[in-house]
């Protein structure tokens, strides 16, 4: 996880904020207002700004001003729980008690670490003779006074966002109180959250050791699990909670969760129906559900039925900008010309969310790409990559020097001197190169040999690597893969069967499968150290289209270096570059299969790729488009038709715009097929 920040100078901006802060303290409400609000143009989305505005604004007695400010507040920072406290206030100080508790409401909503809204809900609750409610407020506001004021401090923190502010915080407090529980799990939660979720685990697991029963601390565990993709382990501790409650819909969607990681599609969607089903008719939570059941039913073939969905899933929440990429991202579907028009409108209103905006404008960049408006489309593609690596900490440097080491520490003569590492299975068939490179067409094309079970993309390789990084791992000089020059020959035959353990879950039988994880170009010394005999095959396609197609591409997760047109560009040279150090110090390990020529001569590629395989020919795999089975990329339509060529040349019609990754491509525009 993180390490503590540096201290720096505070910026004169915080300088400022600090000072307004003293005065609210001194109660010099009017000159507090009056420095917010000289400082408020100069750092307009500032969500401490608007806070203090409106605190002072209230205090003051500006009470509509300060309602207004809060309004701002809510758009530029939906999930703030101060400002609905604030709101709650507000609406107090002018006697409405029913919006003041609906305020109040939302905070808690937000952030359950409020003991002051908690306090405002139990009183206002006994004014109103609910006697239930005020109970059940005065629990909430006992159980905060019985938990230390730093971790009710830091879990607030935690909830408003401030990850950095609340890992400082509760590490401080459990360096002095080690095995303190609730500090533990936020420690876990903050772990999760930054992503860390082996760290987050292990506190978990330690949490359940302390307290069993600990139901919340289960809940977050199945979660960190369902993230970690160990599903199997995940649908264990749900079945656990759900034992207990039975009727709880959080754990139940958890299980219809674990049901998609399995690969086990209509048992989820059989859970998630019900959930809906058992929910409140507008209940927050039914719109995403209804996604993930469309997402099946697209995983599944079922186009109708996907389609049905989606849309429901666009109407139980208005704006949803993720129902609508789906629609689009099924490659098949056209949009209304009233869909387009509501797309376009949500997508450009001010108090459209971030998250739902970047959706709208992929969706809308598909949907006039459909329409040969490709201007009008480059623009939405344009804006929604912008949008999306605004909020992503990608950085390609940490790729290259992945790269570099790799180049550095697995060379011929390293792989020479461990001949015999491993174990001598031929089970795995491993799929590799860059998302939209044609991997999916091979793997269905393999996938329809009767020999060969598809699955879905396997994390087990990029977990191995996450576990050799280990904590806080120096991304300027990591660990891998320079550890893998001091790991025993032992421990590479323990990963190699760990390794076919863990995926024995999404396999039915067949001699072999395959794993289709493009990025695991970067670690195929791991994957040759563990499996010499393996199939490894690069899923290469032409630069320009390539790159093109990851940049009209909204990715569900992960594949940060698709947002921008030197970010992919960067990532298409250097794969190509450890490719070809692979070829030098791996001679004839891997099998290259140029996406042009499968659909310029299916036939010849198809025998070639069996052959590598080690395959007998069969005639199903030319007619890859008639096996039925899930698939969950975003080529899951195309390669249920026969072999799809529209998408060679499409960059072509966006050839106006695209100068600047021709240029940053460079001689990569010739090497790619070298």
């Given at each position: 996880m993180s390490t503590a920040p540096t201290a720096v100078?505070?910026?004169?901006?915080?300088?400022?904020?600090?000072?307004?802060?003293?005065?609210?303290?001194?109660?010099?409400?009017?000159?507090?207002?009056?420095?917010?609000?000289?400082?408020?143009?100069?750092?307009?989305?500032?969500?401490?700004?608007?806070?203090?505005?409106?605190?002072?604004?209230?205090?003051?007695?500006?009470?509509?001003?300060?309602?207004?400010?809060?309004?701002?507040?809510?758009?530029?920072?939906?999930?703030?729980?101060?400002?609905?406290?604030?709101?709650?206030?507000?609406?107090?100080?002018?006697?409405?008690?029913?919006?003041?508790i609906a305020a109040y409401l939302r905070a808690v909503e937000i952030n359950a670490a409020l003991p002051e809204s908690w306090g405002m809900l139990e009183s206002l609750y006994r004014m109103q003779g609910d006697d239930r409610n005020a109970a059940i407020a005065a629990q909430h506001v006992a159980r905060l006074r019985s938990q230390p004021p730093e971790v009710v401090r830091a879990t607030a923190q935690f909830a408003d966002g401030d990850l950095t502010g609340a890992e400082k915080r509760i590490r401080a407090f459990l360096l002095a109180h080690p095995t303190h529980i609730e500090a533990m799990r936020l420690l876990a939660r903050i772990g999760a959250a930054l992503e860390v979720y082996d760290d987050a685990e292990l506190l978990l697991s330690r949490v359940l050791e302390l307290a069993p029963d600990y139901a919340a601390a289960r809940h977050d565990y199945a979660c960190v699990l369902l993230d970690r993709h160990k599903y199997v382990a995940a649908r264990t501790q749900i079945e656990r909670l759900l034992a207990a409650e039975p009727s709880n819909l959080t754990y139940q969607t958890l299980l219809g969760n674990a049901f998609i990681g399995l690969g086990q599609h209509d048992e989820a969607i059989r859970v998630h129906e019900r959930v809906v089903a058992q929910s409140a008719p507008h209940a927050p939570q039914n719109a995403e559900l209804l996604l993930s059941i469309a997402h099946c039913h697209k995983t599944l073939g079922r186009s109708e039925a996907s389609i049905e969905a989606y849309r429901a899933a666009a109407a139980a929440r208005p704006g949803f900008g993720d129902a609508y990429w789906s629609l689009a991202n099924l490659k098949t579907y056209r949009f209304q010309d009233a869909e387009l028009a509501e797309m376009a409108r949500t997508e450009a209103a001010p108090g459209t969310p971030?998250?739902?905006?970047?959706?709208?404008?992929?969706?809308?960049?598909?949907?006039?790409?459909?329409?040969?408006?490709?201007?009008?489309?480059?623009?939405?593609?344009?804006?929604?990559?912008?949008?999306?690596?605004?909020?992503?900490?990608?950085?390609?440097?940490?790729?290259?020097?992945?790269?570099?080491?790799?180049?550095?520490?697995?060379?011929?003569?390293?792989?020479?001197?461990?001949?015999?590492?491993?174990?001598?299975?031929?089970?795995?068939?491993?799929?590799?190169?860059?998302?939209?490179?044609?991997?999916?067409?091979?793997?269905?094309?393999?996938?329809?040999?009767?020999?060969?079970?598809?699955?879905?993309?396997?994390?087990?390789?990029?977990?191995?690597?996450?576990?050799?990084?280990?904590?806080?791992?120096?991304?300027?000089?990591?660990?891998?893969?320079?550890?893998?020059?001091?790991?025993?020959?032992?421990?590479?035959?323990?990963?190699?069967?760990?390794?076919?353990?863990?995926?024995?879950?999404?396999?039915?039988?067949?001699?072999?499968?395959?794993?289709?994880?493009?990025?695991?170009?970067?670690?195929?010394?791991?994957?040759?150290?563990?499996?010499?005999?393996?199939?490894?095959?690069?899923?290469?396609?032409?630069?320009?289209?390539?790159?093109?197609?990851?940049?009209?591409?909204l990715f569900a997760r992960g594949q940060e270096f698709a947002y921008s047109i030197e970010d992919i560009a960067r990532?298409?040279?250097?794969?190509l570059e450890l490719m070809r150090h692979w070829d030098a110090a791996l001679p004839g390990r891997v099998l290259r299969v140029q996406h042009e020529d499968v659909v310029h001569d299916l036939d010849g590629n198809v025998r070639r790729l069996l052959a590598h395989a080690g395959l007998a020919f069969e005639p199903a795999c030319l007619e890859f488009y008639r096996t039925e089975r899930s698939v969950r990329t975003a080529s899951s339509e195309q390669v249920r038709q026969p072999i799809y060529r529209e998408g060679l040349d499409q960059w072509r019609h966006y050839e106006p715009w695209l100068a600047p990754l021709q240029e940053a491509l460079g001689d990569a525009l010739e090497r790619y097929r070298e």
């Open positions: 100078p505070a910026s004169p901006v915080e300088r400022e904020v600090q000072r307004i802060r003293s005065l609210l303290r001194e109660r010099r409400f009017p000159e507090a207002v009056a420095a917010a609000k000289a400082l408020r143009p100069t750092v307009p989305e500032n969500r401490d700004v608007l806070y203090l505005l409106a605190l002072g604004q209230r205090q003051a007695r500006q009470t509509d001003e300060a309602l207004a400010t809060l309004a701002e507040l809510e758009r530029q920072h939906p999930r703030y729980s101060l400002a609905f406290q604030e709101r709650g206030h507000c609406h107090v100080a002018l006697k409405d008690a029913p919006r003041a971030l998250i739902d905006r970047y959706h709208l404008c992929f969706a809308l960049g598909k949907a006039y790409e459909d329409r040969a408006d490709y201007a009008t489309s480059w623009r939405y593609y344009e804006q929604g990559n912008r949008l999306k690596r605004a909020e992503s900490r990608y950085r390609a440097e940490v790729i290259e020097t992945n790269t570099r080491n790799q180049i550095r520490y697995c060379t011929r003569e390293f792989f020479e001197a461990r001949r015999g590492y491993g174990i001598d299975s031929k089970e795995p068939i491993f799929i590799v190169g860059l998302p939209r490179s044609g991997s999916t067409l091979l793997e269905q094309i393999l996938a329809s040999h009767s020999d060969v079970e598809g699955t879905q993309e396997l994390a087990e390789i990029p977990r191995f690597v996450l576990d050799m990084q280990d904590r806080d791992p120096d991304l300027d000089n990591p660990r891998y893969p320079r550890v893998l020059a001091e790991l025993p020959k032992e421990e590479f035959v323990r990963l190699a069967e760990r390794y076919l353990d863990e995926t024995r879950v999404f396999r039915t039988g067949k001699p072999r499968f395959i794993d289709k994880m493009p990025n695991n170009f970067r670690h195929i010394g791991l994957i040759h150290l563990m499996f010499p005999n393996a199939t490894i095959i690069d899923a290469r396609r032409e630069p320009m289209a390539c790159c093109f197609g990851n940049l009209k591409q990532y298409y040279r250097t794969y």
